[in-house]
């Protein structure tokens, strides 16, 4: 993909990253301070080091961006980050597939047994909107610096908002898609005026 510049740009490169920074940048929305757990941590007293990723998509190939499709580009992001040596040897990403059904109470239920049951650093997805905006609006209250979440949905307009501090309603979601729907609007209405 390419970026202004021209030149490549990977949005996996930009969440691992963030995720290597997740113990020096706090971005908690949290006033109380939270016990933190010890497998909130990128490496374990022996050495091991892992991103848990937890992948909240659908399992429905009806839908573009399902399981059977995200999964596999996910995992090739990887590898090709791993080729360019972006990511220290040792580092290793687990990606945990969760069902969100595109549905809201399913989506927010895959989010809280993610971060309970497999304490994960960052969430992917989902890309249906009510299900995207269950989990973004909590994401910013778990653990002791959020947890950062990417997605490739979240086209109407209040995911599109700033979301620079933790007043923004989805303050720790990142879209990794171009346009959103008023994006798209306003093109299509600049183009009927010429």
């Given at each position: 993909?390419?970026t202004?510049?021209?030149?490549k740009?990977n949005?996996?490169?930009?969440?691992?990253?963030?995720?290597?920074?997740?113990?020096?940048?706090?971005?908690?929305?949290?006033?109380?301070a939270?016990?933190?757990?010890?497998?909130?941590?990128?490496?374990?007293?022996?050495?091991?080091?892992?991103?848990?990723?937890?992948?909240?998509?659908?399992?429905?190939?009806?839908?573009?961006a399902?399981?059977?499709?995200?999964?596999?580009?996910l995992?090739?992001?990887?590898?090709e980050?791993?080729?360019r040596?972006?990511?220290p040897?040792?580092?290793?990403?687990?990606?945990?597939?969760y069902d969100?059904?595109c549905?809201?109470?399913h989506?927010?239920?895959?989010?809280?047994?993610?971060?309970?049951?497999d304490?994960?650093?960052?969430f992917?997805?989902?890309?249906?909107?009510?299900?995207l905006?269950?989990?973004?609006?909590?994401v910013?209250?778990l653990?002791?610096?959020?947890?950062?979440?990417?997605?490739?949905?979240g086209?109407?307009?209040?995911?599109?908002r700033?979301?620079?501090?933790?007043?923004?309603?989805y303050?720790?979601?990142?879209?990794?898609?171009?346009?959103?729907?008023q994006?798209?609007?306003?093109?299509?209405?600049?183009?009927?005026?010429?």
């Amino acid at each position: 993909m390419s970026t202004k510049s021209g030149g490549k740009f990977n949005h996996l490169t930009i969440f691992i990253l963030s995720c290597v920074l997740f113990d020096i940048v706090n971005a908690s929305c949290r006033e109380d301070a939270k016990k933190e757990r010890s497998c909130e941590k990128l490496c374990d007293e022996n050495g091991k080091c892992e991103i848990r990723a937890a992948v909240v998509i659908s399992t429905n190939t009806t839908i573009l961006a399902s399981r059977s499709t995200v999964m596999p580009t996910l995992q090739l992001a990887e590898a090709e980050i791993r080729r360019r040596k972006l990511l220290p040897d040792d580092l290793n990403i687990t990606w945990i597939p969760y069902d969100d059904r595109c549905d809201a109470s399913h989506s927010l239920l895959s989010a809280i047994d993610a971060y309970s049951d497999d304490c994960v650093h960052v969430f992917f997805g989902p890309v249906c909107e009510y299900a995207l905006a269950s989990i973004a609006r909590v994401v910013k209250f778990l653990g002791n610096s959020g947890t950062p979440q990417f997605t490739t949905g979240g086209l109407s307009f209040d995911f599109v908002r700033e979301k620079k501090n933790c007043s923004g309603e989805y303050h720790m979601l990142t879209r990794t898609g171009l346009a959103g729907f008023q994006d798209i609007s306003d093109f299509v209405l600049k183009v009927m005026d010429e």
